[in-house]
């Protein structure tokens, strides 16, 4: 079984920059996709971006294209989520996930593992 924990959540002002980070307990290499979703209270639950292990490319949800970039860091199970121009509908819990796949129209395939979520709160 794969933990895996988010960071670098916080409060950041509109127009502000912050960087998740989700650390997995064992590889990251052995699911076909890592990524991240997030949720909003009374809203669902929306896919943001995700990597494929295989070859490394990426989804990112129209909401976030040209504002947020994710990268791997398969030696130290790593992935990195970097959210620059943060508005406040960006506010949100999010969570990382291992999945099947990551594919480059429809993000993850069938989640295997979540995290926890980190809180990301953008406001004035």
């Known amino acids: 079984q794969v933990q895996l924990v988010e960071s670098g959540g916080g409060l950041v002002q509109p127009g502000g920059s912050l960087r998740l980070s989700c650390a997995a307990s064992g590889s990251i290499v052995d699911y076909g996709g890592v990524g991240w979703f997030r949720q909003a209270p009374g809203k669902e639950r929306e896919g943001v971006s995700c990597?494929?292990?295989?070859?490394?490319?990426?989804y990112y949800a129209d909401s976030v294209k040209g504002r947020f970039t994710i990268s791997r860091d398969h030696a130290k199970n790593t992935v990195v989520l970097q959210m620059n121009s943060l508005k406040p509908e960006d506010t949100a819990s999010y969570s990382c996930a291992t999945a099947s796949t990551c594919d480059v129209d429809y993000g993850l395939g069938y989640v295997y593992y979540w995290g926890r979520g980190t809180q990301v709160t953008v406001s004035s």
């Open positions: 990597i494929s292990s295989y070859d490394g490319s990426t």
